[in-house]
């Protein structure tokens, strides 16, 4: 007998994070991975030391290898322009649905949305209504350090852009 059968727990992205209303976060099992970690460390604030303590009550996964692959390439196929953090939260939810979990998973972002509608992973929008918005997300290219508005890749680099989290004063 599987205990975990159908057990709701929920993924968050960073997205989550970006449009946070109260600094909390579901009650029962959360999980997030070390890719989303990372996109939240990069931002810089006062109020980044409240999001590390929300970290801390999360359980932090890195999803297989492979089944991060699946989730790639069904983005490919849909043509949809995730970032890898993306694609890890996604491809956790993916695994514990597999292990017999029920995820849901927490976003806002329009990308992991479709991804997880075609893979049959719930989710579940942050309605952003009465929410104040503490951070803003940043393209930026790792190479030349600039920022760009509705970019995948550096015109004078080529390199493909980052996103991080920039908290609002
Ligand atoms: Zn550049």
Avoid: W
Avoid at 1 to 25: C, E, H, R, T
């Amino acid at each position: 007998m599987n205990l975990n059968k159908g057990k709701v727990v929920y993924v968050l992205d960073a997205s989550f994070f970006i449009n946070l209303p109260a600094l909390q976060i579901p009650e029962g099992e959360c999980y997030t991975t070390p890719l989303v970690v990372d996109e939240l460390k990069d931002s810089r604030s006062s109020l980044l030391e409240e999001v590390m303590s929300l970290l801390r009550a999360l359980k932090i996964m890195s999803p297989s290898k492979d089944t991060c692959k699946r989730v790639e390439v069904v983005s490919r196929r849909m043509n949809l322009d995730v970032s890898r953090a993306d694609i890890s939260v996604l491809a956790l939810a993916l695994m514990l649905k597999e292990e017999g979990k029920s995820p849901i998973i927490l976003s806002d972002d329009y990308g992991i949305m479709s991804i997880a509608e075609a893979l049959e992973i719930k989710f579940n929008p942050i309605t952003t209504r009465n929410f104040k918005r503490i951070h803003k997300v940043i393209t930026y290219c790792p190479v030349c350090g600039r920022t760009f508005k509705r970019k995948t890749i550096c015109p004078i680099c080529g390199v493909r852009l980052r996103r991080k989290l920039k908290l609002l004063k």
